[in-house]
């Protein structure tokens, strides 16, 4: 009995302990995963580092104000960024921001905007599973 | 003797300067109070990439044609779910600055049925802000003339005093 409620209570407190909000965000990886397989059966895994070059990298499709994400998320990930309005962007960073990337629709909606501003087109489920690793691992 | 009269008028007449300023200043912040957006819905989508307008700057015609054609909104697309467009269109309208109760300061010198998209292009916003400096408006911390916060340090509260 009380081992029982030892692991009972062991239990729980795992629980309590687990980030609140990984679900979400791996149910998100996920669906990318499943989505990047299905545009290409070679596809293994995302990578952080292409998703860095993705976020600092010059484009020419998109918009002239906004060649890089960096243009207004800023060179630091871990750091505010700022729209061209004047208002401040979260971290995108999950470390600065523990709440970010937790709710699909808005992930959904802020990448077709931001993909269509700076690339000039929707990102693919590949770039948009790299992007999320990078900022998930730091 | 003469100080026990003279001190306490002294004293008198200072409270009353005091107050006729604070009085004064407080009509002025009136004049320039337009009540900030109280949704919340409206507040998330709007207020994500600029200050969320008041929706007391704009005839409700103004923000029934910004919300029918988000896909080009200032050059980009912040289009939104049908859903979300009609809740966030019915708050804007039922508080723009003509709807019934308002009259917005900020509409003198429109004509009627006129809808327009850019708060900066209202008469009065002109006239107010005619003494900026061309080169105030292209600094790095203003960038954009969205950018109210940038000089009205209160604007997300609803002041747009002179600062």
Redesign the interface.
Same mark, same amino acid.
């Given at each position: 009995m009380t081992r029982f409620r030892q692991s009972f209570v062991l239990l729980c407190a795992a629980a309590l302990g687990m980030p609140a909000f990984a679900g979400e965000r791996e149910d998100l990886i996920a669906r990318y995963t499943a989505e990047a397989r299905a545009a290409d059966p070679a596809f293994t895994a995302f990578s952080a580092a292409r998703g860095e070059a993705l976020h600092r990298d010059r484009h020419a499709g998109g *918009?002239p104000d906004t060649p890089a994400c960096t243009s207004c998320h800023g060179e630091d990930a871990r750091a505010a960024g700022r =729209? $061209?309005?004047?208002?401040a962007?979260e971290p995108m960073a999950v470390s600065a921001s523990p709440t970010r990337y937790t709710d699909a629709a808005k992930v959904e909606k802020w990448f *077709? $905007?931001n993909c =269509?501003?700076v690339l000039g087109r929707e990102c693919t489920a590949r770039e948009k599973g790299d992007w999320l690793a990078w900022m998930m691992k730091q | 003797m003469k100080t026990h009269i003279i001190r306490p008028l002294a004293v008198g007449v200072a409270a009353l300067v005091v107050t006729a300023v604070l009085l004064g200043r407080a009509q002025a912040g009136d004049d320039e109070f337009y009540p900030p957006v109280t949704d919340k819905l409206t507040l998330q989508e709007c207020g994500s990439c600029h200050l969320a307008f008041p929706p007391s700057m704009l005839p409700a015609a103004s923000w029934k044609r910004m919300m029918g054609d988000l896909q080009h909104h200032f050059g980009d697309d912040a289009s939104l779910d049908a859903a979300t467009t009609a809740a966030i269109t019915r708050y804007l309208t039922l508080n723009a600055g003509d709807a019934p109760g308002h009259g917005s300061k900020l509409l003198r010198g429109l004509k009627a049925g006129e809808a327009p998209l850019r708060i900066t292009e209202l008469p009065k916003w002109v006239r107010e802000h005619r003494e900026v400096p061309k080169t105030d408006w292209t600094r790095k911390d203003v960038s954009s003339k969205a950018n109210c916060a940038a000089c009205h340090i209160d604007a997300a509260k609803g002041y747009f005093e002179d600062d």
């Open positions: *918009k =729209t $061209r309005a004047g208002k962007i *077709k $905007r =269509t501003e | -």
